[in-house]
C-alpha cells in the first residue's frame, strides 16, 4: 500500500527555507512592478471553460484540467495561465479608455507536465501593458523582464528576440504551409532542420521557397548584425521587413549587451501578434522569463486591445538559485512573565526573529540560527552574543 504521503506526479511540497525564498522574490518583484506603475490584480483559480480559453492558442487547452462545477453543471477549468484571465479583466471590467498596466502573481496548474523536468504546479508572476501599440510598450515589458531576473542576483542571462509577423510573413503565401502552421512552429522552436527540409516532401508540400526561407530562421541568431544577413537571406515581403525593422528598431533602443535575436525561437501559432521574447541563464534547462505582444486577444472578451508583457514561474526561478541561506534569529527562554513578553515583542516589533524555546524543548530550525539570546540580567532583559 502507497503511504499516504506521496503526491502525484510532477507535483511536489516547499520547504521552509525555500518557501521563504519564494515569498520574498514575491513581494521584491511586485514591488519592483509598483514602481513603474503596474497595479496587482487577482482572478480567481477556476473559471468557466469558455471563458478561460478564450482568445488563447490551443495549447494552452491541452494544459489546461478540466471539472464539471456541481453549482451550475458546467464546465470549469483550472488555470494554466493567469495572461487570459488579466486580458479579461482589462477588456471586460476595468474597461478603461487608456493604457492600463497590470500584474498578478498566483498558482497555475498543468494538466500535463511542459518537460521531462518541469513541475505541472507553477507559481505565476507578471506583467501586462494593455492600450498601446508602440514599441514603448515592447521597450519597458522587456527592461522589466530582465530587471526581474537581475533582481534575484542572476546577471549573466541572455534574452532573444523574435517576432510572430516572421514566419506569419512567409507561411501565408503558401497554403500547404499554413494547414500545418503548428508543425512548422514545433520543428523551428526545436530547430529541427532536417525537419523543416522534410516539409517540401509529402501529400500536403511545402513548396521549396517557403521551405528554404525557413531553414534560414534557426540560423539567424545573434546580436544586431544578423538583422543585416536577415534582410539579405530572407524574401523580400513586407511582413518580413516590418518585423526586421521592429527588431532592429528594439535592439538600438535597449542597447543592452544581454539582449539579442533568435528568429526561430517562435511561440504557438496564431497568438502572439509582434515582438516575443525569452530569457535563459545557465542552470536553467529552460527559459527563465516568456513574453511579447498578443494584440487582438481580448477580442474574445468584446473588446480588442493591443497587449504586450511577460510572466515567469518563480519556483522554477527559486530552484536554480544557490541554496537559501539560514536567518540569523534570537533565541529567548521560555516563561510568560510580562517583562519578557514586552522585551520579546520590542524586539519583534524592530524586526528581529525572536524565537521563545518551550521549557524542555530541543529546538531543530533549519530556517534560523540562533547567533544572540534573550537573557535576564539584574532584572533587565538583554541581548547577548551567543
Known amino acids: 500500500m502507497k503511504g499516504h504521503w506521496l503526491l502525484p506526479e510532477s507535483l511536489a511540497d516547499v520547504l521552509p ?61 483550472v488555470r494554466a495561465d493567469m495572461t487570459p484571465q488579466v486580458s479579461r479583466i482589462d477588456a471586460h471590467l476595468l474597461n478603461r479608455d487608456g493604457v492600463t498596466r497590470l500584474c498578478y502573481c498566483g498558482p497555475v496548474l498543468h494538466a500535463k507536465p511542459a518537460g521531462l523536468l518541469a513541475s505541472r504546479e507553477l507559481l505565476q508572476i507578471g506583467a501586462e501593458i494593455f492600450g498601446y501599440a508602440g514599441l514603448e510598450a515592447d521597450v519597458e515589458i522587456v527592461r522589466l523582464a530582465l530587471e526581474s531576473i537581475r533582481l534575484a542576483g542572476i546577471h549573466n542571462l541572455r534574452l532573444d528576440l523574435c517576432h510572430a509577423g516572421l514566419v506569419r510573413a512567409l507561411i501565408e503565401t503558401d497554403a500547404n504551409a499554413l494547414r500545418r502552421a503548428d508543425e512548422i512552429s514545433t520543428l523551428l522552436k526545436d530547430k529541427d532542420l532536417p525537419g523543416i527540409r522534410a516539409l517540401s516532401k509529402g501529400i500536403e508540400a511545402v513548396a521549396l521557397s517557403t521551405v528554404q526561407a525557413l531553414e534560414q530562421l534557426p540560423l539567424l541568431y545573434g546580436g544586431i548584425d544578423q538583422i543585416a544577413r536577415a534582410r539579405h537571406v530572407l524574401p523580400v515581403l513586407s511582413g518580413v521587413t516590418d518585423a526586421l525593422d521592429t527588431l532592429e528598431s528594439l535592439l538600438l533602443q535597449l542597447n543592452d549587451p544581454s539582449v539579442g535575436l533568435d528568429l526561430s525561437d517562435v511561440g504557438a501559432y496564431g497568438y502572439h501578434s509582434g515582438v516575443i521574447f525569452s530569457a535563459y541563464a545557465p542552470g536553467w534547462h529552460d527559459a527563465l522569463a516568456r513574453g511579447g505582444r498578443y494584440d487582438g486577444v481580448s477580442l474574445a472578451f468584446g473588446r480588442s486591445r493591443p497587449a504586450t508583457g511577460f510572466s515567469l514561474d518563480l519556483r522554477k526561478l527559486a530552484g536554480g538559485l544557490a541554496p537559501a541561506r539560514a536567518t540569523n534569529a534570537i533565541r529567548a527562554p521560555a516563561g510568560s512573565d510580562l517583562s519578557l513578553v514586552q522585551a520579546m515583542q520590542d524586539l519583534r516589533k524592530s524586526g528581529e526573529i525572536v524565537v521563545q524555546v518551550f521549557a524542555d524543548e530541543l529546538a531543530d530550525h533549519d530556517e534560523f540560527v540562533f547567533d544572540r539570546e534573550l ?3 539584574n532584572g533587565q532583559w538583554a541581548v547577548e552574543k551567543v
Not at 473559471?47 to 470549469?76: A, C, F, P
Open 17 to 77: 527555507a525555500e518557501a521563504r525564498r519564494i515569498e520574498e522574490l514575491r513581494r521584491a518583484l511586485l514591488d519592483l512592478f509598483r514602481t513603474y506603475g503596474f497595479e496587482m490584480v487577482a482572478p480567481p483559480l477556476v473559471e468557466y471553460i469558455d471563458s478561460l480559453l478564450s482568445g488563447s492558442d490551443s495549447d494552452l487547452n491541452l494544459r489546461t484540467s478540466k471539472l464539471v462545477d456541481q453549482l451550475s453543471g458546467r464546465t470549469l477549468g
Open 375 to 377: 537573557l535576564n540580567r
